[in-house]
C-alpha cells in the first residue's frame, strides 16, 4: 500500500469559463455545456469513493453529502438503527475521503518534528498519535492522526488539505511530501463487537493491539493496515487498503460480522458519535487559521482541547514560541461540551449568559446516550461559571419556534467507554 503511486484527491473546484460580454449581451462558448457522451453523468463534479458501489448497494435512504469533494453516504438505512448498532455491536463506514499526506525521506523524522506541536521522538513504528500544527503565532491550522509507518515513512491522516503549506514547509529538508488520498481506501469499523467482526473475518490476534497501534494483516486474501483509532469514544479500528481491494474487504466483513450485529453506516452517525465523545473537527467546529476571515476567528490549542498535545520543550517548532507565552495565559474561550435541558431535538445556535451573546454553538445534536440535546460551543472562559443559556429553535410541522434553553457544562463526554483502550480488546459482549 505504501508504494502506491500518489494522486491527488481533492482537486479544486471547477474552473470558471469565460464569458466576453459584447453590447451588453453574454456570448457564451457552447463547448461548456458538451460532454463526451460516454462519459457518466456529473461525472465532472462528482467524486465517488472506492465504496461507492458497496455503500449504493446498503442505501435505502439515498441520502447523499458531499465530503471534500467526494459523494457519500449521509444515513444508509436509519440514524437511530445505526446508532443502537455503533453502541451495541458494530458498524462499518466508508471514511475513504478523510485525507492522507504521505511524509517520507531520510529526514522525515525531523521535518515532522519542526511542524506539529508534539514530541514524536517516542513515536514507534507502526504507532500513531494525535497531532497539531500551528502558524507562527499559535493559532491552530489543523489536526490530525500521524502514523509511523517506517523508520523513513510517515503518514498524515487529517480532515482537510495541508498540501501546499506542508510541501513550502519541507524546503531544506530531505524530504518527500505527497498526497496519497485517492490510492487509499479507509473502512472505519467501530463498536464493542468491532474486535470480533475482525476475528471472524480472519485477522488472528488484533485484540492484543493497543490503542494507537497498527499492524499489517490480510481479510479475505487482501492485505491492509489496521489501527485501533477511530471517534466514536468506544473501541474500534479503521482499515486502510488499496483502493481496488476496498470492496473486496467490505464484503467480507459484513458477510462474516452479520451474525454479530455488524451494520452499514453513514456520514451522520460520525458526527453524532464524535459529539458524543466530545470530539472538535477541523471546518466545523474551529477554522484554520489560514482560512479564518479575521484573527478573531482563529483559536489556539488552549481554547480547543483541555490538555493540548503540546511539547513546548521542544526548542523549535512552528508556533513554539508563541505557543510557550500562551501556555501561561487563561484562554480568552474555550470550546464546551453542554447539555440543553430539553428533551425535544432542537437546532441550536448562540450561548447567552446573563442575556448577552457570549459564545456559538459549532456541532449540535440530539444524544440518545443522555436523552438530551448536546453540543459543542466556542464560549468565554469568563462565563463558564455562569448560568448558561442557548437559543433554539423547534420545528412544529410547517412552522419553527424559537425558545431559549437552559444548559450547563457536561464535565465528561456523553460517551467513553473503557473498552476504547482495554487490553486485551473485548472478543464478545
Excluded at 511530501?177 to 475482525?198: F, K, N, R, T, Y
Excluded at 492484543?208 to 485501533?228: C, D, E, N, T
Excluded at 473486496?248 to 460520525?270: D, I, N, T
Aim: a negative charge; glycine letters at 8%.
Amino acid at each position: 500500500m505504501d508504494d502506491m503511486t500518489p494522486d491527488t484527491a481533492h482537486p479544486a473546484g471547477d474552473e470558471a469559463s469565460a464569458i466576453d460580454l459584447d453590447d451588453e449581451r453574454a456570448k457564451v462558448d457552447p463547448a461548456l455545456f458538451e460532454a463526451d457522451p460516454a462519459e457518466p453523468p456529473f461525472a465532472r463534479s462528482v467524486l465517488t469513493t472506492p465504496l461507492h458501489l458497496v455503500t449504493s448497494a446498503e442505501s435505502r435512504t439515498n441520502r447523499w453529502i458531499r465530503w471534500n469533494g467526494y459523494t457519500v453516504p449521509e444515513v444508509l438505512t436509519d440514524l437511530g438503527d445505526e446508532y443502537r448498532a455503533l453502541r451495541g455491536t458494530a458498524i462499518l463506514a466508508d471514511h475513504s475521503p478523510l485525507v492522507k499526506t504521505r511524509i517520507s525521506g531520510r529526514e522525515a523524522f525531523d521535518y515532522l518534528q519542526r511542524l506539529v506541536a508534539r514530541d514524536l521522538s517516542l513515536l514507534d513504528v507502526h504507532s500513531s498519535v494525535h497531532v497539531i500544527f500551528c502558524e507562527s503565532g499559535g493559532r491552530v491550522l489543523g489536526d490530525g492522526l500521524l502514523f509511523r509507518l517506517g523508520n523513513e515513512e510517515y503518514r498524515l491522516v487529517t480532515e482537510e488539505s495541508h498540501l501546499a503549506w506542508m510541501a513550502e514547509s519541507a524546503e531544506g529538508f530531505r524530504v518527500r511530501v505527497e498526497d496519497v488520498s485517492a490510492s487509499i481506501a479507509m473502512l472505519s469499523l467501530q463498536g464493542p463487537l468491532s474486535a470480533s467482526c475482525l476475528a471472524e473475518a480472519g485477522l488472528e490476534g488484533i485484540e492484543k493491539l493497543a490503542a494507537f497501534g497498527a499492524l499489517w494483516g490480510h481479510i479475505g486474501g487482501m492485505p491492509l493496515y489496521v489501527s485501533r483509532t477511530g471517534a466514536t469514544g468506544d473501541l474500534g479500528y479503521e482499515l486502510w487498503t488499496d483502493a481496488e481491494d476496498a470492496p473486496h474487504v467490505w464484503r467480507r466483513l459484513m458477510e462474516r460480522g452479520a451474525s454479530l450485529g455488524l451494520r452499514p453506516a453513514g456520514f451522520a452517525l460520525r458526527e453524532l458519535a464524535r459529539l458524543e465523545a466530545g470530539l472538535p473537527r477541523a471546518g466545523q467546529d474551529y477554522l484554520s487559521a489560514f482560512a479564518a476571515v479575521s484573527a478573531a476567528d482563529a483559536v489556539t490549542p488552549f481554547e480547543l482541547w483541555s490538555a493540548p498535545p503540546l511539547a513546548t520543550e521542544k526548542p523549535v517548532f512552528n508556533g513554539g514560541r508563541a505557543l510557550r507565552r500562551l501556555a501561561g495565559e487563561r484562554p480568552h474561550r474555550r470550546l464546551a461540551l453542554l447539555r440543553a435541558e430539553s428533551f425535544e431535538p432542537a437546532s441550536l445556535s448562540t450561548v447567552l449568559c446573563g442575556g448577552r451573546s457570549v459564545g456559538a454553538v459549532t456541532t449540535a445534536g440530539f444524544s440518545p446516550a443522555l436523552g438530551a440535546n448536546i453540543a459543542l460551543a466556542l464560549v468565554e472562559s469568563a462565563s463558564l461559571e455562569g448560568n448558561l443559556s442557548v437559543t433554539a429553535c423547534r420545528r412544529e410541522g410547517l412552522s419553527s419556534r424559537e425558545a431559549v434553553l437552559p444548559v450547563r457544562i457536561l464535565p465528561a463526554p456523553a460517551w467513553n467507554s473503557a473498552r476504547r483502550v482495554a487490553i486485551p480488546a473485548p472478543l464478545g459482549l
